[in-house]
């Protein structure tokens, strides 16, 4: 079954002391973008991330966001940053002799500068925290799944009988053409005697051929079978379980020149108008197919 580039999935879960959230929106795209909106403490996993989601999506524009909770004892669990405390005191030094102020650097300077503080990260914390956001992730993937699904079933059940419209008008245009044949051939004849009153100079073996070479060319029976082909294999593609969309639209790209070559074959109007009706419902078709992974 088809799928929608567009959707949205969220997902929250918490695991001992860590809580953690993800978002994922998608939209269409030509190929697949993922960029993630990640806690400092995960801003090393985007690769990971990324590998997470191409199990999940081959196409599209996704944007994903991950935010992270821990609940602590009630103590920040902070440490100075000896480096930084120091860098910033003697920063202070020169701006102070710099300037010509008396005052002395003071505690309550430092404190302005966050820097001076710092949260000291623990490895088995970082993994439990990252655990806890792959699991996460995978929901939050599986729900933007399931609205992408729901969405490509929607879309198959508009395409499907635009398709199947295009059969009937193929049908009715591959029997005009039969009808027509004859009476093209008719009118040709009847111009040429009009043209060569004395037909004891024309070759009547090279004007016959000629004739069959254009009533072969009038003939779009060919063309028809091969629309017929496409439109099967297109049918076939939105019932598959694999990801369709570029497949799709190449289909759509050959039904496409099947009509046009139909077009400039004939000349009879109520053909030519029902050429224009299938082009009408191939646009149709491909906007809807923009959407489509």
């Keep these: 079954m088809i799928a929608s580039m567009t959707g949205f999935g969220r997902a929250e879960l918490s695991r001992g002391s860590i809580t953690a959230s993800v978002e994922v929106r998608g939209v269409n795209s030509r190929y697949l973008d ?13 690769k990971d991330i990324k590998e997470i989601v191409r199990t999940y999506v081959n196409r599209g524009s996704l ?32 701006l102070r002799r710099a300037t010509k102020i008396r005052e002395s650097v003071k505690l309550e300077h430092l ?16 993994e439990r925290e990252w655990s806890v956001v792959q699991e996460v992730l995978h929901l939050a993937l599986k729900d933007f799944n399931t609205m992408r699904q729901n969405e490509g079933r ?6 499907e009988p635009r398709i199947r419209r295009l059969d009937d008008t193929v049908d009715k245009i591959e029997a005009l053409s039969k009808e027509r044949i004859p009476e093209e051939l008719k009118r040709l004849n009847e111009r040429i005697a009009q043209l060569l ?4 100079i024309v070759d009547q073996n090279r004007l016959e051929l000629e004739v069959a070479l254009l009533a072969d060319k009038l003939d779009v029976t060919e063309e028809c079978v091969r629309f017929r082909s ?23 790209q050959e039904i496409n020149r099947e009509a046009n ?11 030519a108008h029902l050429v224009v009706q299938i082009k009408e419902d191939l646009e149709k078709i491909r906007e809807q197919l923009q959407n489509i992974e």
């Excluded at 966001?65 to 669990?77: H, L, M």
């Excluded at 009153?197 to 004891?200: A, F, G, V």
């Design 111 to 126: 404190l302005k500068f966050s820097e001076v503080f710092e949260v000291p990260r623990e490895a088995e914390s970082d």
């Design 63 to 94: 944007s994903i966001a991950v935010t992270v909770e821990e609940e602590s004892d009630g103590i920040a669990p902070l440490s100075v940053n000896k480096s930084a405390a120091r860098a910033y005191v003697k920063l202070l030094n020169e």
């Design 197 to 200: 009153e004395d037909r004891s």
């Design 34 to 46: 993922v960029s993630a909106r990640l806690p400092r403490t995960l801003s090393l996993r985007e």
């Design 154 to 159: 929607e879309l198959a059940k508009d395409l």
């Design 261 to 271: 070559t139909i077009g400039s074959k004939t000349s009879d109007a109520e053909i």
């Design 230 to 252: 496409h439109n099967k294999f297109f049918l076939e593609a939105l019932a598959n379980e694999e990801s369709a969309g570029r497949k799709l639209n190449f289909l759509v």
